[in-house]
């Protein structure tokens, strides 16, 4: 019988700028791996559950910029190891 449980995917890499992450994925392709980064930024909800969000303020943006330029490096560094 096939399990219905979902695998649970870990990310390739994790950075943080301030109160910004970006995590790093690994895919695979028809020519191989390739990574994409997603970012986000904590906050609370009402409830006072922590939940992330996808948008940004003024002041999150240059830590956000910053960690960009991170994430692109460490992404262009796992291609030239390849």
């Known amino acids: 019988m096939a399990s219905n449980k979902k695998q ?3 990310p390739a890499g994790t950075l943080r700028c301030g109160n910004i992450r970006a995590t790093i994925w ?3 392709g ?3 791996p390739f990574y994409a980064a997603s970012f986000s930024r904590p906050f609370k909800d009402q409830s ?3 939940r992330n969000g996808a ?3 003024l ?3 240059e830590a956000l910029m910053n ?4 994430a692109k490096e460490w992404i262009a560094g796992q291609a030239a190891q390849a």
């Open 26 to 28: 690994e895919n695979t």
């Open 30 to 32: 028809a020519q191989g």
């Open 55 to 57: 948008s940004f303020g």
């Open 8 to 10: 649970i995917r870990k």
């Open 48 to 50: 006072g559950a922590w």
């Open 67 to 70: 960690l960009a330029l991170e």
């Open 59 to 61: 002041y999150d943006l």
